[in-house]
């Protein structure tokens, strides 16, 4: 069993920053790949960013040069750092860990409400 746990919630000022935070725990046995997914009200979930056991990286087209996706793997985080914050960034992001051996995983986090507004 494996748990996300989230946090970094917070009511930010359009071109503001934050950092949003994703501790895993329980039986991690190799990461297939990791990502952030966001939801607004009456849209469906767009992943945000990812990246590959390899590490590859993928960015949202609307979030590219502002948001960056990262590890530390001593701690088993994922971290979210986003800058330049507009207010279409307004959403609840999800941390999504999907692991592949001994077999494959989906595991989600809890969300986390991101108000971009001033």
């Known amino acids: 069993q494996v748990q996300l746990v989230e946090s970094g919630a917070a009511l930010v000022q359009p071109g503001g920053s934050l950092r949003l935070s994703c501790a895993a725990s329980g039986s991690i046995f190799r990461i297939n790949a ?29 979030v590219k040069g502002r948001f960056t996706i990262s590890r530390d793997n001593a701690k088993n985080t994922m971290f979210l750092q986003m800058n330049s914050l507009k207010p279409e960034d307004t959403a609840v992001y999800y941390c999504n860990l999907i692991t592949d051996w001994p077999s494959w995983g989906n595991y989600w986090g809890q969300g986390t409400q991101v108000t971009v507004s001033s």
Not at 37 to 58: D, M
């Open 34 to 62: 990791m990502g952030w997914y966001r939801q607004a009200p009456g849209k469906e979930r767009e992943l945000v960013a990812s990246i590959t056991r390899s590490g590859s990286t993928n960015y949202a087209d609307s």
